[in-house]
């Protein structure tokens, strides 16, 4: 097959082949399982998209009632995961499986593992080396904003623009003094995304405020 029918778009995932979408290391070359699994979701959403499914359902929420204060200490202690059993090396030339299937007992314990990053992620502030990510908690806000339209004859009038929502209680900012934007927080972002470039930047010196493009200065 010629390499180049397996060619996509940077924008998208979908190779010269009608149907056939590509993403991973298959895509772009040795990369992270993080960026790897973000392929994946977003190949999903392309093929959704281009199957014109509706799948607008709504979701079922499932409040662990669990306190910022409980997940911080739940990350912060290292559970071992559960002894997988596997078949012999010697016996492995068939179609066996060789990781067997775990019982319920394991399968629950094993699940007790999990960091509810859902609620919690945090993982750009522990990964970068200058801890120039750091965590805040804020109540949801939801602004209809306005912009202003001149007609160029002197006169003008107050129009909707967009709205502005935030919806998560937990928010990252990024101090800008602290960061030399070295890309440790967006290899190892979940949701593939670049703290430093994408969060508030904060400046902690009228100097640094000065001379930055974009961001806001912390007096106090």
Known sequence: MDN?????????YQ?????????????RNAATAIIAISDG???????IEKAKLNLDIPREINDKKVSKRDLIIKKAKRVAAPEIHET?????QNFKLVSKTLDQETIVEEASRCLYCDELCNICTTVCPNFANYSYDIDPVRYE???????????????????????????????????????NCNTFCPT?????????????????FDNAPVGFYLEK
Request: net charge negative.
């Open 15 to 27: 190779t010269k082949i009608d149907n056939i979408f590509i993403g991973g290391d298959a895509k």
């Open 192 to 208: 593939n995304s670049a703290p430093y470039k994408e969060k508030p930047k904060v400046h902690i010196t009228i100097d640094s």
């Open 41 to 47: 979701r977003r190949t999903a959403e392309e093929i």
């Open 88 to 92: 012999n090396p010697n016996d492995r």
């Open 145 to 183: 904003l306005q912009k202003i339209e001149f007609d160029g004859k002197g006169s003008y009038k107050l129009e909707d623009d967009f709205v502005f929502e935030v919806k998560q209680t937990h928010q990252i900012l990024n101090i800008a003094n602290f960061c030399n934007e070295c890309g």
């Open 4 to 12: 180049d029918l397996l060619k996509s778009d940077k924008s998208g």
